[in-house]
């Protein structure tokens, strides 16, 4: 099934998982302030897939025997998985490669684990959890679920870990097992779009504990007894302004969310495993590699983002005449190279991906070094915005009701027109600059771009141990045999 964005609002404003807002329980998430520019995006995202011209966001789904999203079939072959990063490149331009956590980024992950159902789920942890996670996925493609996860446990003292911390049920934990499933208590830092997902993804982070009691994964309606959202501050427009000032946060702000499990039964069928917190590794980094499926999709999703803050960027510097000069030249270069570097990374990884028995898995190297080095290439594309743009984009004015006062407006076109643009067009290039570089949801999108796949320092350490134990050799055969070319002393 294939749903429109009036399903998904008909069905969330249902489901209303318990998310708490300034004090109060929201009411109708649909309607609040805070979460209804998500909610129209993701409404959109579904409606997108019966848009003209959008035919191949749709795919027969051999797995159930339907028509499904694309992003919900699994890439059999290196064919499928093009066609799968076209359809998400489409998806993604439509965002300009913003809101990444659209329905599509976890439809990709169910159907890895469900690739992987036998050769991991059944094979490390028994036959009954591969039978849920065939399920849980079949149950996903036929209601078209809006999916969100939950990884991180909250900050409490990263110096120890959580079994240390004075209270060990701060990071999700089992409390107790009983026959129709298991209790779990605690949370996880951040659930991006936790409050209008109709199910979430817990799984746990074992980096930082071995604690089995922690090692469990499971999928859950958003709105089971016992869950609960804290939401962040919106960074929606504030009253009066809206699209002409906000063009980005006017459409792709997301909410984020500190999500609460309260002793919450988590059934036995909706278990995918549960204890052996040393086989999480290979669900990681080895077997189903669930890193380098996360990684790929976000180059995919930094390729859009590049393109457009490569365009800005341009726009912004032949509007006031800048980009004859050469240090501007040379940081506008700089973009484009992360960009060009981030489409040769797409393609090479499915170019030289896996084939395996269930799926075409991208390669994964390139995926996570492209996706990594976004992680500080993306933040610097804003600092090159805020260097060539320097002082203007700061005197703009409040609102598009400055340009309805007739006195006003004689003046904004007078000193505030430039070169390139006349006045209106040069407020609006200016309002989308200061919503990417200036704005709290162009700020949140920037620590998002850093952190949300983990942060920067330990995943580049990470991939330097990666690299080391499965390259080692072959890079530094490189030296040593030059090494051994090198004439010896002859005593
Ligand atoms: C906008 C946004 C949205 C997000 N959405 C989601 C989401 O939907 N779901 C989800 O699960 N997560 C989400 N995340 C959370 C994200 O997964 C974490 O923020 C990320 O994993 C980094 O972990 P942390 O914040 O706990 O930082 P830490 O890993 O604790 O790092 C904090 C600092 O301490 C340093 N540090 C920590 N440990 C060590 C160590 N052992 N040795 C040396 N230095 C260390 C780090 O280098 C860093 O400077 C989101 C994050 C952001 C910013």
């Known amino acids: 099934m294939i749903r429109r964005?009036?399903?998904?609002?008909?069905?969330?404003?249902?489901?209303?998982?318990?998310?708490?807002?300034?004090?109060?329980?929201?009411?109708?998430?649909?309607?609040?302030?805070?979460?209804?520019?998500?909610?129209?995006?993701?409404?959109?995202?579904?409606?997108?897939?019966?848009?003209?011209?959008?035919?191949d966001l749709r795919a027969y789904n051999p797995d159930v025997g339907e028509e499904s999203s694309i992003t919900l079939v699994r890439p059999r072959t290196k064919e499928e998985l093009q066609r799968l990063r076209n359809a998400l490149g489409k998806i993604?331009?439509?965002?300009?490669?913003?809101?990444?956590?659209?329905?599509?980024?976890?439809?990709?992950?169910?159907?890895v684990f469900y690739a992987h159902a036998d050769d991991y789920f059944a094979q490390i942890f028994?036959?009954?959890?591969?039978?849920?996670?065939?399920?849980?996925?079949?149950?996903?493609?036929?209601?078209?679920?809006?999916?969100?996860h939950a990884i991180v446990a909250p900050m409490y003292d990263r110096s120890r870990p959580p079994s240390k911390w004075e209270n060990p049920y701060i990071m999700v934990r089992v409390v107790r097992e009983t026959p129709e499933g298991v209790i779990v208590r605690g949370a996880a830092m951040i659930s991006t779009a936790g409050p209008y997902s109709e199910y979430i993804y817990y799984l746990p982070?074992?980096?930082?504990?071995q604690d089995p009691a922690y090692a469990i994964f499971f999928s859950i309606p958003s709105n089971?007894?016992?869950v609960v959202f804290l939401a962040r501050r919106g960074f929606q427009p504030r009253d009066g302004t809206g699209e002409?000032?906000?063009?980005?946060?006017?459409?792709?702000?997301?909410?984020?969310?500190?999500?609460?499990?309260?002793?919450?039964?988590?059934?036995?069928?909706?278990?995918?495993?549960?204890?052996?917190?040393?086989?999480?590794?290979?669900?990681?980094?080895?077997?189903?590699?669930?890193?380098?499926?996360?990684?790929?999709?976000?180059?995919?999703?930094?390729?859009s983002r590049l393109k457009f803050l490569a365009g800005l960027a341009i726009a912004v510097a032949e509007s006031v005449g800048i980009d004859g000069f050469v240090n501007v030249q040379e940081k506008i270069g700089e973009i484009l190279i992360y960009l060009y570097l981030t489409e040769a990374a797409m393609i090479a990884a499915e170019e030289t991906g896996v084939q395996l028995d269930r799926i075409y898995r991208p390669?994964?190297?390139?995926?996570?070094?492209?996706?990594?080095?976004n992680m500080k290439a993306l933040p610097r594309v804003h600092e090159i915005l805020r260097l060539i743009s320097a002082g203007a984009s700061i005197p703009i004015p409040a609102s598009l009701k400055d340009l309805e006062n007739p006195e006003e407006r004689r003046l904004i076109e007078t000193y505030l027109a430039v070169k390139g643009l006349n006045a209106v067009e040069r407020i609006k290039l200016f309002n989308i600059l200061w919503d990417v570089i200036g704005s709290e949801a162009g700020l949140r999108y920037e620590q998002y771009d850093r952190f949300s796949r983990g942060d920067p320092t330990l995943?580049?350490?990470?991939?330097?141990?990666?690299v080391h134990k499965e390259k080692k050799s072959e890079f530094v055969k490189i030296v040593r045999d030059l090494i051994g070319q090198m004439p010896n002393p002859r005593v």
């Open 205 to 209: 982070n074992l980096a930082r504990d």
């Open 244 to 303: 002409f000032e906000y063009p980005i946060s006017s459409r792709f702000e997301e909410s984020d969310a500190l999500l609460i499990l309260n002793d919450v039964l988590i059934p036995w069928d909706r278990v995918m495993f549960y204890g052996k917190p040393s086989e999480i590794d290979q669900f990681m980094w080895h077997r189903v590699q669930l890193r380098t499926w996360l990684n790929w999709h976000f180059v995919i999703q930094h390729y």
């Open 224 to 226: 089971t007894k016992g």
């Open 459 to 466: 995943w580049w350490a990470k991939f330097f141990s990666e």
């Open 126 to 148: 028994g036959s009954r959890y591969a039978e849920n996670v065939a399920e849980i996925y079949k149950e996903h493609v036929k209601g078209d679920w809006f999916y969100t």
């Open 363 to 373: 390669n994964t190297f390139i995926s996570m070094a492209a996706s990594f080095m």
């Open 5 to 55: 964005g009036s399903d998904y609002i008909q069905s969330i404003r249902q489901r209303q998982p318990v998310t708490y807002y300034n004090g109060k329980i929201v009411e109708d998430i649909t309607e609040h302030p805070a979460f209804k520019i998500p909610v129209m995006t993701v409404a959109r995202y579904y409606d997108l897939h019966w848009r003209e011209g959008y035919e």
């Open 92 to 111: 993604y331009d439509s965002y300009y490669g913003y809101f990444g956590r659209s329905p599509d980024y976890l439809n990709v992950w169910s159907a």
